[in-house]
């Protein structure tokens, strides 16, 4: 059986790391950011790419959901970066994010651990 990429980065000494599946990548850290005036650990989503006979199909949704459980049970926030796409904006607000500014203030989401 494969390892999962997800696991397998949270298992490494890897600080950031592109994730391989097969419709889909993603790039993650583990990071500590000032959050609310808080210095906070976190899991970062710092790109995503869907291949496009994939996108608005859930494929996306069903990773963020399994990497905020995992977030939520090593007690780290999840931050999703420099969010572009309007939909993604829409979702994450759904799910229950916040949102705050970057440094060259984008549109950024953070999750506390639930």
Not at 5 to 31: D, H, I, Q, T
Not at 38 to 54: R, W
Not at 74 to 87: A, C, I, S, W
Request: net charge positive; charged share 25%.
């Amino acid at each position: 059986m494969k390892e999962d990429p997800l696991e397998a980065f949270l298992a490494g000494n890897w600080r950031n790391r592109w994730l391989k599946y097969p419709c889909m990548e993603v790039y993650v850290r583990k990071s500590s950011r000032v959050l609310s005036g808080q210095l906070i650990q976190c899991f970062d989503i710092g790109s995503v790419e869907v291949d496009e006979g994939y996108r608005n199909k859930g494929v996306f949704r069903v990773f963020l959901k399994r990497f905020e459980q995992i977030a939520a049970r090593e007690g780290k926030h999840v931050f999703v970066e420099n969010v572009l796409n309007p939909l993604l904006a829409d979702m994450l607000r759904r799910r229950g994010y916040q949102t705050t500014l970057d440094a060259i203030h984008c549109e950024c989401f953070f999750l506390p651990p639930q």
